[in-house]
Nanobody, 120 residues
Framework: VQLQASGGGLVQAGGSLRLSCVAS????????MGWYRQAPGKQRESVAE???????VYSDSVKGRFTISRDNAKNTVYLQMNSLKPEDTAVYYC???????????????WGQGTLVTVSS
């Protein structure tokens, strides 16, 4: 099982970016999918998460600006980021809680991270 994130880049403050993350491999079922970020010198923090049933949780710092969505048919989760601020600069990681075909219990899988840089 692999998670592949993409969509990061350099954007000016106030701009937008859309991140994508695809889960591939032998997957039996995907539970939650989400996005985390880690800024230089800081701990990794949760940004947004969406359950298999569509329940969504956002961190307070991104509410009203970011939108998470998922396409279950494509095993893909998206993060639409609008009104970006310099403090949003970080490496963004996708995470999926899923059951691999070879297993019985949900496990955490992480993508490789994609860098988002917001200039002032």
């Amino acid at each position: 099982v692999q998670l592949q994130a993409s969509g990061g880049g350099l954007v000016q403050a106030g701009g937008s970016l859309r991140l994508s993350c695809v889960a591939s491999g032998s997957i039996y079922a995907i539970n939650a999918m989400g996005w985390y970020r880690q800024a230089p010198g800081k701990q990794r923090e949760s940004v947004a998460e969406i359950s298999s049933g569509g329940r969504i949780v956002y961190s307070d710092s991104v509410k009203g600006r970011f939108t998470i969505s998922r396409d279950n048919a494509k095993n893909t989760v998206y993060l639409q980021m609008n009104s970006l601020k310099p403090e949003d600069t970080a490496v963004y990681y996708c995470k999926s809680v899923l059951i691999p075909s070879s297993g019985w219990h949900p496990q955490d899988y992480w993508g490789q991270g994609t860098l988002v840089t917001v200039s002032s």
